[in-house]
Nanobody
Framework: VQLQASGGGLVQAGGSLRLSCAVR????????VGWFRQAPGKEREFVAG??????DANYADSVKGRFFISRDNAKVYLQMNSLKPEDTAIYYC?????????????????WGQGTLVTVSS
C-alpha cells in the first residue's frame, strides 16, 4: 500500500486549503483512512478519519466545524477552512488496519510521507 499526501502550502489565517491523499492499494476501499498532524516539538495527533464506506467520519475537537474529510474510489480529501496558526503542522494520511478510522495512530498500518501546512497570522 502506498499513500501520497499533497496540497499543503502557506496560507494566511482564515484561509482554506484542500489536502489530498492518493492511495494505491488493492483493498483501499476496505480500510478506514485517517489524517494526522505533527507540529514541531509536539506529538502526532489525530485530525480526522473516515471509514471504508465513506459515510461515517470523525474529527478531533480542535477542527470540528472547520475541517471536512471525504473520499472517492482513489483518494481521501481533507478540506480545511478557517485555518488558524495553531493548525501549522506536517499533515499525514494513513490507512487503517480495519474498516473503521480510529483516533489512535496505533490503528494505522501504512503512512504517507506528509505535506506541510503553514498558517501565518
Amino acid at each position: 500500500v502506498q499513500l501520497q499526501a499533497s496540497g499543503g502550502g502557506l496560507v494566511q489565517a482564515g484561509g482554506s486549503l484542500r489536502l489530498s491523499c492518493a492511495v494505491r492499494a488493492r483493498t483501499f476501499n476496505n480500510n478506514g483512512v485517517g489524517w494526522f498532524r505533527q507540529a514541531p516539538g509536539k506529538e502526532r495527533e489525530f485530525v480526522a478519519g473516515i471509514n471504508w464506506r465513506g459515510g461515517d467520519a470523525n474529527y478531533a475537537d480542535s477542527v470540528k466545524g472547520r475541517f471536512f474529510i471525504s473520499r472517492d474510489n482513489a483518494k481521501v480529501y481533507l478540506q480545511m477552512n478557517s485555518l488558524k496558526p495553531e493548525d501549522t503542522a506536517i499533515y499525514y494520511c494513513a490507512s487503517a488496519y480495519r474498516s473503521v478510522a480510529s483516533q489512535s495512530p496505533d490503528a494505522y498500518r501504512y503512512w504517507g510521507q506528509g505535506t506541510l501546512v503553514t498558517v501565518s497570522s
